[in-house]
């Protein structure tokens, strides 16, 4: 599984070692470089940042190509409580393993996720340790919505962006994450676009630039 962890990465934009990480996690049969061009244009907003988008670390089950972060051949809440819980333990030794690297702590981090790549980092950023700066999710969902108060030792603030035409991940699982990230007490930024399918569009981006910026920026 180490060559699962490899994938781009991209900054700091203003040089010289690494004082905030951002992690980019993409979706299902996709892998790092899917959304590593997000970041020459948020480095801007958080020029100390160094972004990486690590591939998944399994093969996609469901297509020929592409990394996923837990099977999805068989969606019942159960199976697919049971990988998220597979991927965020992976995820979370990953994000150990990196601050500890940088000398960085929660609080200097972001994790960003697209698609699947938003489930695991909700789930994963809810089970910290210590409270991650920020979670940006786009087009997700938040596998275990349900599961007891006590698991969730952490409440960042969190951004949501989806497409109210998204054929992928409908609106209305955005809409259910939403209210269960409230009801835990979480700060929620939500924004559903018209129009917009299993994607981010522009405005997804300035949101997330702006969210990055308020929570990670210098002096945070």
């Given at each position: ?25 993409h979706g299902l ?181 702006l969210t990055l ?8």
């Open positions: 599984m180490a060559d699962a962890w490899q994938g781009p990465s991209w900054g700091p934009a203003a040089g010289g070692a690494p004082r905030k990480l951002v992690l980019l996690l049969g996709a892998d790092g470089f899917d959304l590593i061009d997000l970041a020459p244009g948020w480095g801007r907003a958080v020029p100390e940042a160094l972004f990486l988008a690590p591939h998944a670390p399994e093969p996609c089950d469901l297509a020929p190509h592409g990394r996923q972060w837990f099977s999805l051949a068989d969606r019942t809440p159960a199976r697919v409580l049971a990988g998220v819980r597979v991927a965020a333990d992976a995820l979370g030794a990953r994000i150990d393993a990196e601050l500890a690297r940088h000398g960085l702590r929660d609080g200097d981090m972001a994790l960003m996720g697209f698609s699947q790549g938003a489930m695991t980092a909700l789930f994963t950023a809810l089970r910290r340790r210590a409270t991650p700066a920020c979670v940006l999710a786009f087009s997700g969902a938040l596998p275990g919505a349900e599961l007891p108060a006590a698991e969730v030792t952490a409440r960042p603030p969190v951004l949501l962006v989806h497409g109210e035409a998204d054929e992928v991940v409908p609106p209305a699982r955005g809409r259910e994450a939403e209210s269960a990230l409230r009801a835990m007490g979480v700060e929620v930024e939500a924004a559903y676009r018209p129009g917009l399918g299993h994607g981010i569009d522009e405005v997804g981006v300035s949101l997330g630039a910026q308020r929570h990670l920026g210098a002096g945070r």
